[in-house]
């Protein structure tokens, strides 16, 4: 069994920062992908980066390139996502997914281990 549990959202003004991390864990899990989702109310959710465990990473949207940065520590089998100059229109649920292939696949169908979510909500 593989499981996948994020943490780190909150609640944070305009322009300020927050972290999430996100772990995998099971014995028999060989940590290829894992990837951040988002989904914001009465929206389609949205892919925002991934990285695989020799570093090879991903972004979605310009916007969140610029200011999101995606980590990893393999050591914990864990990411990170750095979020900067946080805007209201971040708010959303954030997800982390998880795949066992080395393809930073921007799909998420193609991650079969799916975290519980993490609320973030950016105040005007």
């Known amino acids: 069994q593989v499981q996948v549990v994020e943490s780190g959202g909150g609640l944070v003004q305009a322009g300020g920062s927050l972290r999430l991390s996100c772990a995998a864990s099971g014995r028999t899990f060989s940590s290829g992908t894992m990837a951040w989702f988002r989904q914001a109310p009465g929206e389609e959710r949205e892919f925002v980066a991934a990285i695989n465990w020799s570093g090879a990473s991903r972004y979605g949207a310009d916007s969140v390139k610029g200011r999101f940065t995606i980590s990893r520590d393999n050591a914990k089998n864990t990411v990170y996502l750095q979020m900067d100059s946080l805007k209201p229109e971040d708010t959303a649920v954030y997800y982390c997914?998880?795949?066992?292939?080395?393809?930073?696949?921007?799909?998420?169908?193609?991650?079969?281990?799916w975290g519980q979510g993490t609320q973030v909500t950016v105040s005007s």
């Open positions: 997914a998880a795949s066992t292939s080395w393809a930073v696949t921007t799909l998420g169908a193609e991650y079969p281990y």
